[in-house]
């Protein structure tokens, strides 16, 4: 049986893609969704994507499905409770006992509900592509559709950092009950054909803490749009000025290290941080209290992608202080700019960022004292920042482009429609027998 990625007119695809919340402008889902469905799109497919909120802005060739959730975890009022006007099918009935016991309820209702829209258009799409919901419903629709998913990186990681950071018993336990979604989705992973891994590390880390076997899983790292995300000679560089992306303000993300570091900077000279996020309300507004950085840090969110290249080309450096990344969009946006890139070694950042000095500016993960050494080696010398900014971009170019991403991801779609199994449900839904032969 062979395998083809031939995107001629005979291999353009109808693809149903399911993300449980597409956040515009910040994080991983919702980037990944706009960028990878409008690169298929380029490549000649059929897209449509199938949302919860907040919902993904998408290129407008790809149609959006609105399947609204209860919104209980949106930016203006996080976990809020729903009044019972809102209750309206056995979804959200299903959302809202998990939310009221404490366990994130999004992926599973999702699934459910996307399970519930997909199922009477069985015969329109030659296959289910899901952006890291796994959600038992997600086990249905492959029952009836060939399916393939997404998972960017084990979210055991955020568990384990949250558990870890936890003051008390009390908040651990709450933590766990939380993150009790994680284990569905490792079942859920084990069972689908193919998972789709964005780094090496990721690859590791998914087969250790969730059990997928090794050989159900690919390697298709994410991408950049190089002409979006570019050098930007005509805006100068403000002295002192660093950025930072904080999609989620959650421990991985190693937000409380980048302020610690900053204090530290700030005896001894002029430091200012943009951070393009939304804080908790708690614990990183207590923390910018205690460290007396009010006036030093400034938010951003929901701006558009052409904004954020501006505030890249306003910095001076850009800093990834995670403590753990599966793969990190944010970085590989930032080198695309020509900024110079602070990063520290945690998860697959040294497989994503390179060699210290060379196109990027690496210390250790969890060590305010490390990452303020670090800025300051940066920030004090101009002739290395604009060469290891040159070199960061560079490495982008070669490696990380979303018509890549696409064309591997394309790839993915044609083996697992070439599985025994997918050619039966192709054939029982009246679609098109694709990816193989004959």
């Not at 409380?256 to 005896?267: G, I, S, V």
């Not at 910095?315 to 590989?332: N, R, T």
Request: proline share 6%; charged share 25%.
């Amino acid at each position: 049986m062979s395998v083809s990625a031939s995107t001629g007119p005979d291999q353009s695809l109808r693809i149903a893609y399911l993300t449980y919340r597409g956040k515009p402008h910040v994080g991983g889902q919702g980037v990944y969704t706009r960028h990878l469905t409008s690169a298929l799109a380029d490549l000649g497919h059929h897209v449509e994507v199938f949302s919860g909120q907040p919902y993904p802005v998408l290129d407008p060739r790809v149609p959006l499905v609105q399947l609204p959730s209860l919104d209980t975890f949106n930016d203006h009022y996080p976990g809020r409770f729903p009044a019972y006007w809102e209750i309206k099918t056995r979804y959200d009935v299903l959302e809202l006992a998990q939310f009221s016991t404490g366990t994130f309820p999004e992926p599973l209702a999702f699934s459910y509900r996307a399970l519930r829209a997909l199922r009477p258009r069985a015969g329109q799409f030659d296959l289910v592509h899901d952006n890291q919901c796994l959600g038992y419903g997600i086990l249905a629709i492959e029952k009836r559709i060939p399916t393939i998913a997404t998972l960017h990186h084990p979210i055991t990681k955020d568990r384990q950092l949250e558990m870890a950071h936890a003051p008390n018993w009390r908040k651990r336990r709450s933590v766990a009950r939380w993150y009790s979604f994680v284990r569905m989705q490792g079942r859920v992973a084990s069972r689908l054909p193919r998972i789709v891994v964005v780094s090496e590390s990721s690859i590791s880390d998914i087969h250790t803490d969730m059990g997928v076997s090794l050989d159900r899983m690919r390697l298709v790292p994410v991408g950049v749009d190089p002409a979006l995300f570019r050098p930007r000679p005509d805006i100068a560089r403000r002295p002192g000025r660093l950025i930072t992306t904080a999609s989620a303000d959650v421990a991985l993300k190693g937000l409380a290290f980048l302020l610690e570091a900053l204090a530290k900077l700030r005896t001894e000279r002029d430091v200012t941080l943009t951070v393009i996020g939304t804080p908790k309300a708690g614990t990183t507004m207590d923390l910018l209290r205690s460290l007396g950085l009010g006036t030093a840090v400034e938010f951003v969110s929901g701006v558009p992608d052409e904004r954020i290249v501006e505030l890249y080309a306003e910095a001076e450096l850009a800093v990834v202080p995670s403590l753990y990344e599966g793969f990190s969009l944010p970085a590989i946006e930032a080198m695309a700019t020509g900024t110079a890139v602070v990063a520290t070694d945690g998860g697959a950042l040294p497989e994503v960022t390179g060699r210290d000095g060379e196109t990027v500016l690496q210390c250790r993960a969890a060590d305010a004292d490390a990452l303020a050494a670090t800025i300051a080696r940066g920030l004090d010398g101009a002739e290395l920042r604009t060469r290891v900014g040159a070199a960061g971009r560079a490495r982008v170019l070669d490696r990380w482009t979303w018509r890549r991403c696409a064309e591997l991801t394309v790839e993915q779609y044609h083996e697992v429609l070439a599985m025994p199994a997918n050619i039966d449900k192709s054939r029982r839904n009246g679609r098109p027998v694709h990816g193989a032969a004959r």
